[in-house]
């Protein structure tokens, strides 16, 4: 059994895309995955599985959210051995304390190089960021991330991939429901 966290995208942050967690616990259970634990109201639950291909898994729970509940969203999935890896490879950690200055955007897949290249902040923001592999680690400088034009929206746009993005105390506490 491996353990894994998926993370849905746009999940209870708006009236469109409501999810009860009591349904997201069933339907992945009902897809054969064992010791299902939610985390926060925004999409995310922790798993085990026999399952070996996190693709496989992501398309799997996002097609019974589709079938099931007519709810159509993106599905990221990372092992425990990665968010252990994320958690531990925030390159920003270090530089600030309040967890809602750090992000980690989660991308559906490693963007190109040339969308990296030429991803910018807007104007007037000063944010840093890194792309290391499917993650995008934000560090928001002056303020938080629901004052800034950097969002999940404007990620997705410029570096044209599927992401899903949480502050940094959800990070960390995903990584630990995924360390079992």
Request: proline fraction near 4%; hydrophobic fraction near 40%.
């Amino acid at each position: 059994m491996t353990r894994y966290v998926a993370l849905l995208r746009g999940v209870n942050v708006g009236g469109a895309t409501r999810l009860a967690m009591a349904d997201l616990r069933r339907i992945v259970t009902d897809l054969g995955h064992g010791d299902v634990t939610t985390y926060l109201q925004s999409g995310n639950v922790a798993f085990n599985s026999t399952v070996r291909d996190a693709e496989k898994l992501a398309a799997g729970i996002t097609r019974a959210l589709t079938d099931e509940l007519a709810l159509p969203v993106p599905v990221l999935v990372r092992s425990g051995r990665e968010l252990a890896a994320i958690a531990g490879g925030n390159p920003y950690a270090d530089r600030e304390n309040d967890p809602t200055r750090l992000l980690v955007a989660f991308l559906a897949t490693p963007p190109a190089s040339s969308t990296v290249d030429a991803l910018t902040v807007p104007g007037g923001e000063n944010v840093s960021f890194t792309v290391t592999g499917r993650e995008l680690y934000l560090h928001y400088v002056d303020g938080g991330y629901g004052r800034s034009k950097f969002t999940n929206a404007y990620l997705e746009k410029r570096l044209g991939v599927a992401a899903t993005t949480r502050n940094w105390k959800s990070v960390r506490a995903l990584a630990e429901l995924a360390a079992g």
